[in-house]
């Protein structure tokens, strides 16, 4: 059996049908990061997305540019959204 580690979380966690906003929100502060929108526009815009908390942020930030409208990035301790 799989032990559970109470001090990190390693479960995923599913957003479903969730505003950009509020996934990096959750995202940005498990990393220790800020968040920036230029892009006002996609603010509000819902994914569905599963986030592994124990993933490295550069890969959770490459899955999530595969959405076709949202262009992020990380600029020091800042994930810009474009």
């Known amino acids: 059996a799989e032990k559970i580690d109470s001090v990190s979380q390693k ?3 599913t957003f479903d049908n969730v505003p950009l ?3 990096l929100d959750d ?3 498990r990393y220790g990061m800020q ?13 569905y997305f599963v986030w592994q908390p124990d993933e490295d942020l550069d890969a ?5 540019n595969l959405f076709e409208s949202v262009n992020i990035s990380k600029e020091g301790n800042t994930i810009v959204v474009e």
Request: no cysteine.
């Open 11 to 13: 479960q995923p966690v």
């Open 21 to 23: 906003e509020t996934i």
């Open 27 to 29: 995202i940005a502060s």
């Open 35 to 47: 968040v920036e929108f230029r892009n006002e526009d996609v603010r509000a815009l819902r994914f």
């Open 60 to 64: 959770v930030l490459e899955r999530l």
